[in-house]
């Protein structure tokens, strides 16, 4: 229903909620695949409907359902597509200070409104993918230097 919100209670699932949310979560994963939306039938005694879930919120939905079946609480909350600098370091996990630096340096482009600076919520999470890849890149790189210098354990040969 559009304009109706539901109250956002943030609870450690029971031990029941975690076996059912294990359960809902194996099954719809076997339905998922990336990019399609998924489609349920909805039953409530004599009535049936069919939904369409958004592939996005299908993926945030067994998000959800890993973390429940772990026993972690879990809590939505929505992000505007322009968002402040303190927004965008906590999705980054990195300081304030931090993000206004990479504004000024260019890496996430951004807009002054006075003395705020707002960033376009697309353009810090592409900033994260590309920081992903290339952690990961060095990553691979620093792995294959190792290798090279014989610096890592061949599992073989500690065995013998």
């Known amino acids: 229903m559009p304009g109706t919100r539901i109250e956002n209670e943030v609870g450690t699932p029971k031990p029941l909620e975690m076996e059912l949310a294990k359960e ?73 200070p931090y993000v206004v630096k990479l504004t000024e340096e260019g890496a996430i482009p951004s807009r002054k409104i006075g003395p705020r600076r707002l960033l376009m919520l697309d353009d810090v999470m592409a900033y994260k993918k590309q920081m992903y890849r290339q952690r990961l890149d060095s990553l691979n790189e620093l792995t294959a230097l190792s290798e090279a210098l014989g610096l890592y354990d061949n599992d073989d040969e500690a065995k013998q």
């Open 24 to 96: 809902t979560c194996r099954k719809l994963a076997l339905h998922f695949r990336k990019g399609n939306d998924l489609h349920f039938q909805i039953r409530d005694g004599r009535n049936t409907e069919e939904l369409v879930l958004p592939s996005h919120a299908a993926r945030m939905l067994l998000e959800m359902l890993v973390e429940m079946g772990l026993g972690n609480a879990v809590q939505i909350s929505s992000l505007q597509p322009e968002i402040s600098t303190q927004q965008a370091a906590d999705l980054l996990k990195v300081s304030r």
